[in-house]
Nanobody
Framework: VQLQASGGGLVQPGGSLRLSCTAS????????MGWYRQAPGKQRELVTS???????TYADSVQGRFAISRDNAKNAVYLQMNSLKPEDTAVYYC???????????????????WGRGTQVTVSS
C-alpha cells in the first residue's frame, strides 16, 4: 500500500492551493484519512482529518480557511487551502488508516500509512 501526494508549490499570501493524495495497492478498506504538516524546527502537527463517513476535524489555525474532502471510490483525499498565510509554510503529509488485503487475511487490523510529503511555501 502506498500514498502518493501532489499539489504543493509556491503561492503568495492570500492565495490558494489544492493538495491531492491517492492510496494504491491491495487495499481492503480505508478508515480515516488526513493531512499533517511539519514546519522547519517544529513537530509534525495534525491539520485536518476526515472519517470514511465524512466527519471532519480541523486545527484551530486552519479552521474556516482549509477544507478536506475525500472520494472513497478513488481512495483519495483532498485538501483545499484558501487564504494562505506565511505560517502555513510546511511540508504537508497525507495519512490514511488502512487495512490491506493481507491484513484482512491475517487479521492484523488497520495501520497508518504516510505519503512522502509535498512542500507548500507561502511567500511574497
Amino acid at each position: 500500500v502506498q500514498l502518493q501526494a501532489s499539489g504543493g508549490g509556491l503561492v503568495q499570501p492570500g492565495g490558494s492551493l489544492r493538495l491531492s493524495c491517492t492510496a494504491s495497492g491491495t487495499i481492503f478498506n480505508i478508515n480515516a484519512m488526513g493531512w499533517y504538516r511539519q514546519a522547519p524546527g517544529k513537530q509534525r502537527e495534525l491539520v485536518t482529518s476526515i472519517t470514511s463517513g465524512g466527519s471532519t476535524t480541523y486545527a484551530d489555525s486552519v479552521q474556516g480557511r482549509f477544507a478536506i474532502s475525500r472520494d472513497n471510490a478513488k481512495n483519495a483525499v483532498y485538501l483545499q487551502m484558501n487564504s494562505l498565510k506565511p505560517e502555513d509554510t510546511a511540508v504537508y503529509y497525507c495519512n490514511a488508516n488502512i487495512m490491506s488485503q493481507s491484513a484482512k487475511y491475517y487479521n492484523t487490523g488497520y495501520r497508518d500509512y504516510w505519503g512522502r510529503g509535498t512542500q507548500v511555501t507561502v511567500s511574497s
